[in-house]
């Protein structure tokens, strides 16, 4: 079996820009794939903050005008991944987040940015850089979308396709005034092309054009062909369900290792899990919460989105407490919720905490140092937090929808019986279901056997990458465009 060489196209990728998931995934796969014999390179935005990490970037391609300014791609090894990055100063040397100003609104040329961005995407995958001519080129969500757009519409010679939707609620939808700006032919703005609701579809763009369509879950793949949570493109991932499979996340699990991991303050593995509450009173510590090991002590670290259902935990704050249980939450978003969390934590100050803001070192301290982690998500394309708690020996709370419901298993009858069980999983993410799972929680908390049970379980899933890795190889192969590869 030959290797497959393929150009992955991502607004984000960790460990040089994130700010969700996406860029989990984007850094992990490259490595991944190499036991699959797949040569992954990344296509990346120059963000200043980007290019200030990279190391002995080259000069790949030029493009003297890339709308509305010169451009260069670089190239260069970083962090253990091969990159292309886009520097084009007029679009992306902009400090903060890749996709707001400083208003904490959208820049208003993102249209013109992610399409620069998926235009060089697919111009690498028609060989404009032939120290790299990839026989897939792989879009991530809407920002990248377009690429599969332009390698249709360019004709000729062309890669396999394939586009993931990491969350379908971000779509790239733009005036149809701009199709000639984002030089996209006249006959695309058809149904059967980049046409959204009268105006042009970045993320519809990709799901009508590329050969495959992933998604991380299998649940995920499921739900978003349904009315309920297809937010409009239902139909046509419907029309195009012969292309769509759901493959899992897996986590990077040396980043993510309790028995190494410089963020948490005490090592501890399955065989030493007796190790694992120095961390829960590290955590308290640091937080100010009371030094109790026996509080059962919830866990948040999550963007405060009414995605993620965080709204349900707050009003659930007071059963929690009443329990005798403590909330650590790390995480930044919406103000309401940013306001409702901080007032619960000003009333009861040694057992709710709340950091707002973004990082990484307390997020790996409360997967190491939490009882349980809550995740009451109202959707969840597959969710990266609940398998750093399964790694971590937090046990899940978890909604039973998208990818939760995919890699969590319920501490039911049944599955404490098989000695099977990770979490606790509730559906409908809704109050009184969520109510009842922490009165189970707190009545496997008073059970220190089976809480131990449901740890090692958890420690012992298999959250790693090689199984995914696996499975986008196939894909890959499927559609690739010389036969044999
Ligand atoms: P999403 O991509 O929808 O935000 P995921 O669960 O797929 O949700 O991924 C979220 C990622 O971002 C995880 O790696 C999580 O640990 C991290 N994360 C979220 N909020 C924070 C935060 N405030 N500080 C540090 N890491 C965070």
Not at 277 to 306: C, E, H, I, M, T
């Amino acid at each position: 079996m030959s290797g497959l060489k393929v150009l992955s196209v991502a607004s984000e990728v960790y460990p040089l820009i994130k700010t969700g998931g996406l860029a989990d995934v984007a850094g992990a796969l490259p490595g991944a794939l190499l036991r699959e014999n797949v040569a992954m390179r990344t296509l990346a935005p120059g963000y200043p903050s980007l290019l200030a990490k990279l190391d002995e970037p080259e000069v790949a391609h030029s493009y003297p005008a890339l709308f509305g300014g010169p451009a260069r791609v670089l190239a260069t090894r970083t962090a253990d991944l091969d990159l292309f990055v886009l520097d084009a100063p007029h679009l992306f040397d902009r400090p903060g987040n890749p996709y707001l100003g400083p208003n904490g609104l959208d820049w208003t040329d993102n249209a013109q940015r992610f399409a620069a961005l998926s235009r060089v995407g697919a111009d690498i995958g028609r060989g404009a850089i032939p120290a790299f001519t990839p026989d897939i080129v792989h879009a991530h969500d809407w920002q990248a979308a377009l690429a599969p757009a332009y390698l249709h519409y360019d004709g000729g010679r062309r890669p396999g396709t394939m586009i993931t939707v990491h969350n379908l609620a971000f779509q790239g939808h733009f005036p149809a005034a701009l199709l000639a700006a984002l030089q996209l032919p006249p006959q695309s703005m058809a149904l059967s092309g980049v046409e959204y609701f009268g105006g042009i579809g970045f993320l519809k763009a990709g799901l009508q054009l590329s050969d495959r369509i992933t998604t991380v879950s299998p649940t995920y793949a499921r739900e978003i062909m349904t009315p309920e949570s297809g937010m409009a493109l239902d139909g046509l991932l419907r029309s195009r369900a012969a292309f769509v499979s759901g493959i899992v996340n897996g986590i990077d699990i040396d980043v993510w290792n309790p028995a190494k991991d410089p963020l948490a303050p005490q090592a501890y593995s399955s065989l030493r899990i007796d190790m694992r509450p120095r961390n829960k009173y590290a955590l308290q510590q640091r937080l100010a919460l009371n030094p109790s090991v026996d509080s059962a002590l919830f866990g948040v670290v999550s963007r405060l989105s009414s995605q993620k259902g965080l709204d349900l935990l707050l009003a659930a704050v007071p059963q929690i407490l009443s329990s005798g249980g403590q909330v650590a939450l790390l995480g930044s978003g919406e103000k309401a919720l940013e306001d409702g969390f901080a007032a619960a934590a000003r009333a009861t100050p040694g057992s709710v905490a709340c950091v707002f803001g973004y990082d990484e070192g307390l997020s790996h301290l409360i997967q190491a140092g939490s009882d349980f982690i809550m995740v009451p998500s109202r959707f969840e394309p597959c969710g990266l937090t609940q398998l750093y708690a399964l790694r971590y020996g937090a046990t899940p709370i978890v909604a039973r929808v998208g990818g939760l419901a995919d890699t969590i298993i319920d501490a039911n009858e049944a599955a404490l019986g098989a000695g099977v069980a990770t979490g606790i999983q509730f559906h409908p993410p809704a109050p009184d279901q969520l109510s009842e799972a922490l009165r189970r929680a707190f009545a496997l908390h008073r059970n220190p056997e089976t809480m131990r049970r449901l740890r090692l379980n958890g420690m012992r899933a298999d959250v790693s990458w090689r199984g995914p890795a696996k499975r986008y190889a196939a894909l890959y192969r499927e559609i690739a465009p010389a036969a044999g590869v």
